[in-house]
């Protein structure tokens, strides 16, 4: 899943809300076990919503993605049903 806000509406929670919508509904209706997020290491913003809604950061992939015009390394977020807060 992938998200882009144009920058007049950003942080008003709206990709949080979104993500937590989707998240309820891979723990509910799918049954899943667990999920995982991967971000770009430099984009805060993206972070901070992973954390914010309890994934456990589990490492960094280095070179994880070619983005534009270099390799940027990835933060990898796990969150288990068990620690779900629905």
Do not use: P
């Not at 509904?25 to 997020?37: C, G, K």
């Not at 070179?63 to 390394?73: C, F, K, L, R, T």
């Amino acid at each position: 899943m992938g998200y882009f806000l144009s920058e007049e509406v950003q942080g008003q929670g709206i990709v949080a809300k979104s993500v937590q919508s989707v998240i309820d509904y891979l723990f509910e209706v799918m049954d899943l076990h667990r999920i995982e997020s991967q971000c770009a290491i430099n984009n805060v913003q993206s972070l901070s919503i992973s954390k914010r809604l309890g994934f456990y950061q589990e490492g960094i992939k280095k070179d994880g993605q070619w983005y534009m015009v270099n390799y940027e390394d990835l933060v990898t977020y796990s969150l288990l049903k068990e620690n779900w807060k629905n």
